[in-house]
């Protein structure tokens, strides 16, 4: 996407507007996204760098309210019930300079029976003091179906701390799956925390992702309460820390009605002086329900290793490949 | 004959206590599929793992020459860089690595056509197969296939394969001798251990092992034979576990039978 190809739905053209656009949308493709996809009109878009709404674009279903705060911006993301939404929303938010602070407060209102997935790519690449700190609240309606992909980048000084919080309310036979990932560059300090409540016969399912080296801190917190009756809820963990970087890990399912199934797994994959720590909590609170976990913290599985090993590779190529495949 | 690519040499083995192999001799030869034939708990996967070096399998003592280099003291790294590798018999599982990546691993040099070869040579179609994750929602079956692709497109000396019919229908096991035969017909040796008798049709020669102990190695259909004439019924008749060095029945009764006894390398049994 180039400037002079912007549609009408960008917010502002001055040339201080036009080069933060050009840095967002560099961010955005080290985040993993493609910047060719914003430029489509199919494609519901909302940018935002700093606190600034740099682009914003609707389509019939899905509607954006974006404004800016001192240091941040403060949206409300509604898709219209029972509205299938064919291509991903696509949301990208980052802080260009070294320093700064972004604080997004979001509301996502998923009305009933609508089918939708967002892409969110949270950028940071220069940075080596950014704080972002994302107050979401999710309301996903009876019978409607979520999709949130979010990709992280924060390049490579080790020098943010992010901070994802969501609250999430999963309505009778709606569905939420969510995918939170860090996998590039170095993370910094992560604090994630989803606190998901599941009604009758609704889906939660989250994946969360990262990999932490030199001195980064990854702190993750997964809460879903299976509060109706034949709820689901699953929560995959996937962490890898290496040299000096530290990983803890709380889960927690709770079974509060009959025929409610969660399952928990985790793995984490430890590294050089690098630590993890992992503390499941399973509450059932009916005894219809039933609460599962599995964790693995440690070395890499053995016969997966050895698998390698007996293709050729060395035992850091091997290593780093299971890693690799672990957090994809 | 040309010298043997594998040669084994009064190999014994230890593990947690327990005497596992007992001065096995083997010799495989290149282009050659060499059947290695027992019961569960015979030793046979021991000595895979021991020839490829893994964790917890150096021998107490005895010789491992692969091309006249003896192995001792080489990573299972070095060993698989000098042509030897495995299939395991209930292969890893990888999250996020796609099956056609994996199969590639042990080619010197990536090579797309070799792996979609690879792939369709154990009845895999790449199209369908090559970007899925090797991970658990491939089947059993299809996991050991993936295996033997990998296996396959390394184009390894040596190919030790570990009971890949154990799993596998009816129809894949057709796929899978012709892969094996194949393999040897391209060069490959091919240490294929099994303790299904039908497989030594594939094979061209055949060892028996019984409690880490060679019983016979010559020519498969004679092994086959004594397999399933002698040696299977008499071991069955001793229970499940007949090498348990804590069963003093079937041991005295193991014992007894002198034929078993003995190892016998390069020999036709008697009887």
């Known amino acids: ?328 | 004959m040309a010298d043997p690519i594998l040669r084994v040499e009064d190999l014994w083995l230890r593990r947690n206590g327990h005497e596992i192999l007992h001065g096995v001799n083997l010799e495989v030869f290149p282009g050659q599929v060499h059947a290695l034939l027992g019961l569960n708990g015979s030793g046979k996967s021991s000595l895979a793992y021991t020839i490829m070096g893994c964790e917890g399998y150096a021998p107490d003592s005895g010789r491992i020459l692969f091309d006249n280099h003896e192995l001792a003291g080489l990573s299972m790294t070095e060993r698989a860089r000098l042509g030897i590798t495995l299939a395991w018999q209930e292969p890893a599982r990888f999250e996020g690595i796609p099956v056609g990546k994996y199969v590639s691993l042990g080619q010197p040099q990536p090579d797309r056509d070799q792996t979609v070869a690879a792939l369709e040579a154990v009845a895999l179609p790449a199209k369908i197969y090559g970007y899925r994750a090797a991970d658990q929602t491939l089947s059993g079956g299809e996991r050991k296939r993936v295996e033997l692709a990998a296996v396959f497109a390394m184009r390894p000396r040596l190919a030790i394969l570990d009971e890949p019919d154990s799993g596998i229908d009816v129809l894949s096991l057709v796929e899978i001798e012709k892969l094996i035969r194949r393999m040897a017909g391209e060069g490959s040796a091919v240490l294929l251990i099994t303790h299904r008798e039908e497989l030594l049709a594939t094979a061209d020669a055949a060892t028996l092992i019984c409690a880490g102990q060679i019983l016979f190695c010559g020519d498969a259909q004679e092994a086959r034979q004594y397999y399933s004439t002698r040696c299977r019924s008499h071991l069955e008749s001793l229970g499940a576990q007949p090498w348990d060095a804590t069963n003093p029945e079937a041991q005295a009764a193991l014992a007894s039978n002198g034929s078993l006894r003995s190892p016998i390398s390069g020999q036709t049994p008697e009887g």
């Open chain 1, 1 to 328: 996407m180039t400037v002079a190809q912007s549609r009408p739905h960008i917010v502002g053209k001055q040339p201080a507007w036009a080069g933060e656009m050009a840095a967002m949308l560099d961010a955005y493709q080290q985040a993993g996204g493609d910047p060719q996809a914003l430029q489509l009109p199919e494609v519901a878009t909302l940018v935002i760098s700093g606190n600034q709404v740099l682009a914003t674009h609707e389509i019939p279903g899905v509607h954006f309210d974006a404004r800016p705060l001192q240091h941040g911006v403060q949206a409300v993301i509604t898709v219209e019930p029972q509205v299938h939404i064919e291509r991903p929303v696509h949301l990208c938010f980052g802080v260009i300079p070294t320093e700064g602070k972004q604080e997004i407060l979001a509301n996502y209102e998923i009305g009933p029976g609508a089918q939708v997935q967002f892409l969110a790519h949270c950028s940071f690449p220069n940075a080596v003091r950014v704080e972002h700190i994302m107050q979401a609240h999710i309301h996903v309606g009876a019978g409607a179906s979520l999709t949130y992909t979010e990709e992280h980048f924060h390049g490579t000084h080790g020098g943010v701390d992010v901070r994802p919080h969501a609250e999430v309310t999963v309505d009778a036979g709606a569905r939420f799956v969510t995918t939170f990932s860090l996998t590039r560059g170095r993370v910094g300090a992560l604090d994630v925390d989803y606190q998901i409540d599941v009604a009758e016969g609704g889906v939660a399912e989250m994946t969360t992702k990262a990999y932490g080296t030199g001195e980064d801190q990854i702190r993750v917190h997964e809460t879903v309460r299976l509060n109706g009756e034949s709820a689901r809820g699953l929560t995959r963990t996937r962490v890898a820390v290496g040299d000096s970087a530290v990983s803890q890990i709380f889960t927690s399912m709770e079974g509060n009605a009959p025929g409610a199934r969660g399952h928990m797994d985790c793995t984490e994959i430890v590294r050089g002086q690098a630590q993890a720590h992992n503390e499941p909590l399973v509450v059932v609170r009916d005894d219809q329900a039933q609460v599962t976990h599995e964790a693995a913290i440690g070395t890499v599985n053995r016969k997966e290793l050895e698998s390698l090993l007996a293709r050729g590779l060395d035992e850091d190529e091997a290593v780093d490949l299971i890693i690799r495949g672990m957090i994809r």
